[in-house]
């Protein structure tokens, strides 16, 4: 099945920073999600973004289908932007579609 | 807040007990999405219902069930529970059964002891 690939595993941040959060997928998709679960375990929509770039306040998105990636850029990390930040892609899966499929996620702390 | 609501938010059961999740997606969403979050497992895709039909299956147990009923909520039915059910479960809900953007419930968080 698809791979989906989240680098780095975990990033630690001084307030302040600017970072930038990579999602490889391994084979063609439909569409493209990044996702940020809060500390309490909330999952909150940030980007859906098939392709192109989008920006949203300090977070902005880039996905380049044809290569198979896509970044998520964080400028002036704050400490409220700790927590896991996940990618998930959709796929055809069985003749229907609409299911994604979720990296692992990389884990951000942001420290003041 | 993304319009979908999940109760209950914290459940806690014994092993051999069954359970049901219940899942009200966003107002005008007809597809309804299941997904577990484990530890070990990560987030994994359960069952997809679109206006009340299955249209997709992933990594369900036969234990584990689901349903949509004709008011578009959604309940996921959990039996024979073991301690490695305890995860968070998710419900998400989008317009369509696919190319849209899927919004996620709170979560509930299932607690097996």
């Known amino acids: 099945g698809i791979q989906v690939e989240q680098s780095p595993p975990d990033l630690i941040l001084q307030e302040g920073a600017n970072s930038t959060l990579r999602c490889n997928f391994s084979?063609?998709?439909?569409?493209l999600q990044w996702f940020h679960q809060n500390p309490w375990g909330q999952l909150i929509n940030l980007f859906y973004i098939p392709s192109g770039t989008k920006q949203n306040g300090r977070l902005s998105a880039t996905t380049v289908a044809t290569e198979r990636y896509s970044l998520l850029y964080i400028s002036s990390s704050q400490t409220t932007d700790s927590g896991v930040y996940f990618c998930?892609?959709?796929?055809?899966?069985?003749?229907?579609?609409?299911?994604?499929?979720f990296g692992k996620g990389t884990k951000l702390s942001v420290k003041p | 807040d993304s319009g979908v609501t999940q109760t209950p938010k914290h459940l806690i059961t014994a092993t051999g007990q069954r359970v049901t999740l219940r899942c009200s997606p966003r107002?005008?969403?007809?597809?309804v999405y299941w997904y577990q979050q484990s530890l070990d497992q990560g987030l994994q895709f359960l069952i997809q219902?679109?206006?009340?039909?299955?249209?997709a299956k992933g990594n369900i147990l036969e234990r584990f069930s689901a349903q949509q009923f004709p008011d578009l909520h959604s309940e996921l039915n959990l039996s024979s529970l073991e301690l490695g059910d305890s995860a968070l479960y998710f419900c998400?809900?989008?317009?369509?059964?696919?190319?849209?953007?899927?919004?996620f419930g709170p979560g509930t968080r299932l607690t097996v002891l």
């Open positions: 998930a892609v959709e796929i055809e899966y069985g003749g229907s579609q609409g299911n994604l499929i």
């Open positions: 084979d063609s998709v439909n569409n």
């Open positions: 107002s005008g969403d007809l597809s």
């Open positions: 998400a809900s989008s317009f369509r059964g696919q190319y849209n953007e899927q919004f």
């Open positions: 219902y679109y206006n009340g039909e299955e249209r």
